[in-house]
């Protein structure tokens, strides 16, 4: 894997895990935002430890989607990368002085 993509999907995992604070914002859609507590819970901790990549849902090695299946629900996740304002997408988010990684996580039928 090229450099740059492996930095890139590192600091996605560590976004995922919730090690990257300051560097990291999370969307909740509205499905998801109104689920109860423990079951928001358990899903944050589904998609901290996911790691069923491959080739058909990671194509560019970046580790910035996922799905999941909790309580019979799908859930999706995604990264993406936008500048310190939060206005305009990066043209390298590999560069953590100038990224802001937004995860959102929210039910299937909400994509």
Do not use: Q
């Amino acid at each position: 894997m090229h450099p740059t993509k492996e930095k890139i999907a590192l600091l996605n995992d560590k976004a995922r895990k919730a090690m990257l604070p300051g560097s990291t914002k999370m969307i909740l859609t509205r499905m998801v935002a109104a689920l109860p507590e423990d079951t928001l819970a358990h899903l944050r901790c589904a998609v901290a430890s996911f790691d069923a990549f491959t080739e058909d849902n990671d194509p560019y090695g970046e580790r910035d989607f996922g799905s999941i299946e909790l309580e019979g629900e799908r859930y999706f996740w995604k990264i993406d990368y936008y500048d310190r304002s939060l206005r305009f997408g990066v043209e390298d988010p590999s560069d953590t002085t100038e990224t802001v990684r937004v995860l959102t996580l929210m039910h299937a039928s909400e994509y």
